[in-house]
């Protein structure tokens, strides 16, 4: 009996080690933080509850990658929220949300909050109820080296496309609130975005979320570089100038007003001068009529 109980341990031993290392030659995260909500015991209802939404995660995620759940009660309640780039297959990004996952509690031990992300997905797990919240918070800013060439027209065009952008996630499809596009910039340069809510937004509020995101680009670190990053709970945007999302799925955004001018005017100009020249037509001939009878 005391040889089959050391096997066992042995055999745990291994097990654990080997998952270790597995976590270990994980890549770190692209971005990641701990949150300041205070730590958890190992033998806690908070662990225990974080642990099965966790591992539960990769099953969960729906086909448009998005999921959302929370676990208990009061102090032992626990929240998360997983988003995947919205050109990502699922496979792929259950595996990205699985290794963000394991990552993240190996980066923030014990702690109730942390979320965190590689480019293709991202994670927030808290002991407050982050799934009922509906507004934008900031997480993280990222941003390239290289400024941009003639930042001034750079930012503007940006902005432009941008909220072309925010108006096809809001209210395009409701099952993935995902936009990708690219517009001209100066000295024709390429800029690339797209923009995403987590889908269970209501449209006005996946809007409302993304122009708070957008008003707070003056605070990045990104403004008038190359490319950049701001990444919420619930919305985010990410913009450069070379393509960093699957050009098949991109979702063109409407152009602007002005650029159909002249289509505009030729259909207002048909449908005005249209009726006027029917009528002259009429009364053309009832005047030859009346002409043809008096005769």
Not at 239 to 264: C, H, I, M, Q, W
Request: with cysteine; net charge positive; charged share 20%.
């Amino acid at each position: 009996m005391a040889i089959t109980i050391q096997k066992w341990l042995l055999i745990i031993l291994f097990l654990h080690i080997h998952v270790l290392n597995i976590v270990a030659q994980l890549p770190d995260l692209r971005y990641g933080s701990c949150g300041e909500n205070g730590n958890y015991t190992e033998n806690s209802t908070y662990k225990n509850n974080l642990n099965t939404l966790l591992t539960s995660l990769p099953s969960k995620i729906d086909n448009y990658g998005f999921y959302k759940a929370s676990i208990g009660q009061n102090i032992d309640r626990a929240s998360v929220i997983v988003l995947c780039r919205g050109d990502v297959e699922l496979q792929e990004c259950r595996d990205c949300v699985h290794n963000v996952s394991q990552k993240l509690v190996q980066v923030c031990p014990n702690q109730k909050e942390a979320a965190g992300g590689y480019d293709k997905c991202m994670l927030v797990y808290s002991n407050e109820s982050i799934t009922d919240t509906t507004t934008f918070s900031k997480l993280f800013y990222l941003n390239e080296i290289q400024n941009a060439s003639k930042p001034g027209e750079f930012n503007k065009e940006l902005g432009k496309l941008l909220v072309r952008l925010r108006v096809v996630a809001a209210h395009g499809d409701p099952r993935r609130k995902y936009a990708s596009g690219n517009a001209t910039g100066p000295d024709f340069q390429n800029i690339f975005a797209l923009v995403q809510c987590t889908p269970d937004l209501p449209p006005q509020n996946c809007f409302d979320c993304l122009t708070k995101a957008y008003e707070d680009m003056i605070n990045c670190p990104c403004m008038g570089k190359k490319g950049g990053r701001i990444i919420g709970a619930r919305c985010s945007f990410r913009y450069g100038t070379s393509p960093f999302f699957r050009l098949d799925v991109v979702s063109v955004a409407p152009p602007p007003e002005e650029e159909g001018g002249d289509d505009k005017t030729v259909r207002t100009v048909i449908i005005i001068v249209g009726p006027i020249f029917t009528i002259i037509i009429f009364i053309a001939c009832i005047s030859v009529v009346m002409m043809s009878r008096r005769n």
